[in-house]
């Protein structure tokens, strides 16, 4: 993975430099679609990075304490942003029992719910409607059971669809920007976390 990442971070550093050079605009737009497209690229490397760890068993968690106050600066720096940029109405609702402060892997908490939002965020239209909600309640020993529901009112998944929407390369027909889509990855390894932490994951 080093041998990968290394010359497409290279690429994307030195693009990110020469931009802030004095140079003309033609070439400041290819700049702009180079760095586009390495990103890209870097996130496509990074998901079958993931998913060759989850299939061969090589994820492990770390968990430590997420209090529900840094989760929220999360989805605020990151997801809300998202949001605005397509004019989205964007409803977040955590809800912690009182004294309590859930242990997560932070990386992997913030991977399945940024898979699932910014899949939200992709297939709802301009001044869409996205609602995310987090409820735990408290079990034996000190455990906590989460239940996270996202829910958008964007363009809706086939029924046929649904029934593979977790398999690794799979993508629904659709006349969309293709660019934005990636290759089927998201999904499959947020499932793939979401068991790896004794969690299920389903659709409607």
Known sequence: SHDM???LNGIIGMTYLVEQADIPAEVRQNLEKIDTSSRFLLNLLNDLLDMTKAESGKITLHTEPYPKEEFCAYVDAVIRPLCESK?????????????????????????IVFNLLSNAVKYTPEGGRIQYRAEAELLENGRLGMHIRVEDNGIGISEDFQRVLFDPFTQENRNDNSAQRGVGLGLAITKQLVELMNGTITVE
């Open 5 to 7: 990442r290394t010359p």
């Open 87 to 111: 004019n989205q109405q964007l409803t977040a609702e955590v809800i912690i029992p009182d004294g309590c402060v859930p242990k997560f892997d932070k990386l992997r908490i913030n991977h």
